[in-house]
C-alpha cells in the first residue's frame, strides 16, 4: 500500500479550513514499526545463529540458516521467531525432550538483547518526525526472513 495522499480538508460555515494529515502519520507510524521489527528480528537471527554454532556438532551445518526464521505479519503489526517444524536441533533444544536438556537459545538471545531491541525501536520511532527519513527507513518488500547469506 503506498502512502496515502497528506491532506484531508474540512471547512465549515464561517469559512474556516481545517487540514487533517492523520491517515499519512498514521501509514508512517505502522510502516516504521513493521521496519523496526524486520531489523529486531535480524539482529536477533544472527545472534540465535551464532549461539547455535557453538552448539556440539553444529559448527558448519548450514541448517541452521534455514530453521531459524521469523515472521513480520502485517496486520498484527507483530514479530515472530521461531524454528522450522521437527528440527531437533531448534525445538527439542528450546524446549528439552527426547533427551535433550533445555538449553532456551532463542529466549536467551531476546532476553539479553533488550537493550539493542529498544536501541532499533527508538532509531525507527524517532523518524517519525521527519518524514524524509521516515521514507527512506520504509521497505515494503517481504516480511519473511530466511536469508541465506547471514553466514557467509
Not at 491517515?23 to 549461539?51: F, G, P, Q, W
Not at 553444529?58 to 526464521?69: A, P, V
Not at 533444544?93 to 532476553?111: A, H, I, W, Y
Amino acid at each position: 500500500m503506498p502512502m496515502p495522499k497528506s491532506v484531508t480538508k474540512y471547512s465549515n460555515k464561517n469559512g474556516v479550513t481545517f487540514t487533517s494529515g492523520v491517515d499519512r502519520a498514521n501509514y508512517t507510524i505502522r510502516e516504521l514499526s513493521r521496519a523496526a521489527l524486520k531489523d529486531v528480528a535480524k539482529v536477533l537471527r544472527k545472534k540465535m545463529i551464532a549461539k547455535l554454532k557453538n552448539l556440539p556438532g553444529m559448527k558448519k551445518n548450514k541448517r541452521l540458516y534455514k530453521s531459524t526464521q521469523y515472521w513480520v505479519r502485517k496486520k498484527e503489526t507483530d514479530l515472530q521467531m521461531g524454528f522450522k517444524h521437527n528440527t531437533w536441533y531448534g525445538v527439542l533444544q528450546e524446549l528439552g525432550g527426547n533427551n535433550q536438556p533445555k538449553r532456551s537459545v532463542l529466549r536467551d538471545t531476546v532476553f539479553e538483547s533488550v537493550d539493542d531491541i529498544q536501541k532499533i525501536e527508538a532509531q525507527y520511532l524517532s523518524a517519525v518526525e521527519d518524514e524524509v527519513k521516515a521514507k527512506s527507513l520504509i521497505n515494503e518488500e517481504g516480511e519473511t526472513g530466511d536469508e541465506q547469506n547471514l553466514g557467509t
